[in-house]
């Protein structure tokens, strides 16, 4: 079965440059999320998108923006790279539904990582 | 503030032996529970999940979570751990009507021949 995939898997940049970790879901998955998981620690939520719009807000910085575009990929783009910025990021794919007004996501599946280390 | 508490970072067991993986959480509401396991530089592999219904729920590779609402536990089991088991699990919760995880700080199963 098609998993979720990132690009690249790893990156290497300087302090105050630019980095771009893309991600693409699962086929039919509409929620994308994006997490930071820092050296022996866990994953700590970022944000995710709901067909396209932001969905929901964690802990990014305002150094960092995301987007999911038209085909659901999704693009998280980090600006100013500090030395703390360096970590494994995951991108999770889900399918998400509204039922009785409510909003439920179901289980979210992880991409292998891509480990983006600052120097 | 929501949280995930695995009050173990290690866990050893003989192989051959059961294994329970500790998980208790303060959420409000009905979340969503769930066991991933994570091996070394990969990413994290989903193994169950409770919604509702049975408090007993099975997911992959023998493994088992029994879902308790009065202690606000989640506690990962297997009946018969193997050398192959030996990771990093972390427990997840997904707040009701939220998109997000809230993950315990992982516990590293080692299983020993």
């Known amino acids: 079965a098609a998993g979720v995939i990132q690009s690249p898997r790893h990156l290497i940049k300087e302090k105050r440059e630019t980095a771009t970790l893309k991600c693409y879901p699962i086929?039919?998955?509409?929620?994308v999320y994006w997490y930071q998981q820092g050296p022996g620690q866990d994953p700590q939520f970022l944000i995710s998108?709901?067909?396209?719009?932001?969905?929901d807000k964690g802990s990014i910085p305002d150094r960092f923006s995301a987007q999911q575009f038209s085909d659901y990929h999704s693009e998280l783009n980090m600006s100013s790279l500090e030395l703390g910025d360096s970590a494994l990021y995951f991108c999770?794919?889900?399918?998400?539904?509204?039922?009785?007004?409510?909003?439920?996501?179901?289980?979210?599946?992880f991409g292998p990582g891509t480990r983006l280390t600052v120097l | 503030a929501q949280s995930v508490a695995q009050p173990e970072d290690q866990v050893n067991v003989a192989e051959g032996n059961p294994l329970t993986v500790k998980c208790t959480y303060s959420v409000s509401g009905n979340p969503y529970l769930f066991w991933y396991v994570q091996y070394p530089n990969r990413g994290l592999q989903f193994l169950l999940k409770y919604i509702t219904g049975d408090n007993l729920v099975k997911g992959s590779y023998g493994f088992e979570a029994e879902f308790n609402k009065s202690q606000t536990s989640f506690h990962l089991k297997k009946p018969s751990a193997l050398v192959s088991d030996s990771a990093l699990y972390f427990c997840a919760v997904n707040p009701s009507g939220t998109y997000k995880y809230i993950f315990g700080t992982g516990t590293r199963l080692k299983v020993l021949a």
């Open positions: 999770a794919s889900s399918l998400s539904s509204v039922a009785s007004g409510r909003f439920r996501t179901d289980t979210q599946y």
């Open positions: 086929p039919r998955h509409d929620t």
């Open positions: 998108f709901y067909e396209k719009m932001q969905s």
